[in-house]
């Protein structure tokens, strides 16, 4: 009986311990990530290293998030707890990868250099130690060289390294695990003295520093220990987004996608302001109007200032963010002030200034253009000019190739009253304005710039897991509309008339800047640079929509930015995996090492011909707007 009971009713599995389910999820090649007492165990894939905070959570906070920012690491409230996890987790990532190194991080108690009498800021302490030895010796070397180029402003570090053996800040507990183990200890000059304050940017500036140099000490004795050395000591970095992170891009994109910021700012009443203006002889100012505002812009600000942005984990992640919540609350605060005599300067910080060397250049392609010729007189049996249903039927069959090519390219058309005359790229929406009339020669061009850019860009971010690469990183309009421009050229369809307006919206925007009326501009792009009326007017309502936005000085701009990276040998494939700046282009490829990021899925058919490629390279050679138009 006792037999049968025990077939029919087995006893209960043993629980496994948390370091037995650790190391049987790490043998399967899972992810780890474990709450514990007052800490957390995090490792997103097997690594050869660890890195460890042990101590009060609230107690030395930039050392805890140093630790927390890497993707192995262990926090725990004291090293007795800490102890059992970290043998077991040695032995295993020591079995799986070939090397195992700790990396103890913690602060000093306080800021001992600093004297409330010096007449200047001392140096701050920073302290590495490191097993004694070729790899320890490496390690330090490469923790030094990366400290001393710290940009912490204000106090330099002052680096001392030693052999473990002879740290005092070495835990002995940590040091009987016979492991190899590096410690680091600094200042907390981030503490405002005599107080609970911090300074907030130089908390995240010590964070960075710290992990990045942190991760090439690493890199550097895992070499010298003979583990393959990865292609850059980013590639240690995180590879797998946490669930704090897509909160925060959901809730990001939750706020961009309320509202369409150009659609916003941009009047719906285009074509009766022109007839206005033309029967008012050209002296007065047209009247614009705008479409009624369907958010309400405090709500928006409180719910973008309610994502929480301080456990990512990730530095490079949460630099991102931060910008784009600046960048959305910049927008916002403009559409508040649409009509207002302050919109201008809210533009102005958003967009920038016409700096002196942009309006050079502007000036230099309206000298070298002289000899473009008008637009035609539109008439409706003109064979060379093609009305908006045509540009609809070609950019219906561009979106049809990129979508063979990858299904998830699903974008719309719409034909639109209420829009300037041309085309306008919303989300994944390409509107047409039903007024749009243009050169044949001009329409595939202008469809390699919205829909080969423009909609390949946010198909390609929507393809990377996080909605901020689709909707845009902080200030990357200029790097997007000067690839935009870029593939009119590449496409075959960049005329002199075309460089002539954007060099004349460069000029537009420096007039508005500097206080210059609708009729000022317009008699002086008129009388000035021989714009035919219409062209003029149609340039100054884009650049005095709202109230005065200098975005339009951005395509030039970014087409010199983009002709600059590409004489200097950079790639391009960054820049299509979603919109990025100019001064992503680093950040991009970093998160493309760590596998973060895609290559893009789409790349433009301009490129895919064999026109294309040579002007691609001939722009490698070095190439000014004015030679583009003879390549």
Known sequence: MTREKSARNPPAAKAKSLPEEVIAALAAGKPVRRELD???????????????????????IVAREVAAANASYLLARTVEDALPLIASIAEALRKQCGAFVLLDVDEFQRDRLLSGDAPFLQPFEVMLSAPDGKAGASAMAAFETAVEAFETRFRTPRVETCTASDDPCARPELLSLKLPLLTLRFAPIYRVTGSDAIYPDLR?????????????????????????????????????????????????????????????????????????FKANRFDRPPRFLYRPLSLLVEREKRRLYAIALDRLEDPVLHQIYREKRQELDLQLTLIAERERARFVEFGRALYGPVEPSLLKAASEVLDGTTRAQRMPPRTPDDE???????????????????????????????????????????????????????????????????????????????????????????????????????????????????LRLLAARVVGCDLMLAGASFVEGFRHLTRQHDLDAETAFGLLLRVFRGGGLAKDAIYLRGLLSLLSHLKAGGALDPFWMGKIAAIHFSVMEELGVRGLLKPPVLRPLCLETERGRARLERARTGLSPLAMLEA
């Not at 905070?53 to 107690?59: L, Q, R, V």
């Not at 540009?391 to 209420?418: K, N, P, T």
């Open 38 to 60: 007052g800490g957390r165990l995090h490792i997103d894939r097997p690594l050869p290293f660890l890195c460890l905070y042990i101590g009060d959570p609230e107690a030395h």
């Open 204 to 276: 995240e500036r010590l964070i960075d520093n710290f992990l990045d140099a942190g991760l090439q000490a690493l890199t550097a004795f895992l070499e010298a220990e003979g583990f393959p050395k990865p292609a850059t000591y980013r590639a240690f970095g995180r590879k797998a987004f946490i669930d704090a992170v897509e909160r925060a891009d959901r809730g990001m994109d939750d706020v961009a996608s309320s509202f369409d910021f150009l659609l916003a700012v941009t009047p719906i009443n285009a074509n009766a302001a022109w007839q206005e």
């Open 384 to 498: 060379d000019v093609v009305d908006c249903f045509h540009v609809e039927r070609r950019a219906r069959a561009m979106m049809m190739s990129y979508h063979q090519r990858y299904d998830g390219f699903d974008a719309a058309i719409e034909l639109r009253d209420d829009v300037p005359a041309g085309l306008l790229v919303s989300g994944p929406r390409l509107l047409i304005s039903r007024r749009t009339r243009m050169m044949r020669q001009r329409v595939d061009a202008l469809l390699s710039h919205e829909v080969g850019v423009h909609l390949l860009t946010y198909f390609n971010g929507s393809a990377q897991g996080l909605r901020v690469f689709r909707t845009g990183l902080a200030g990357y309009e200029g790097m997007q509309e000067g690839l935009a421009v870029f593939a009119e050229f590449l496409a075959g369809g960049f005329t002199p008339e075309r």
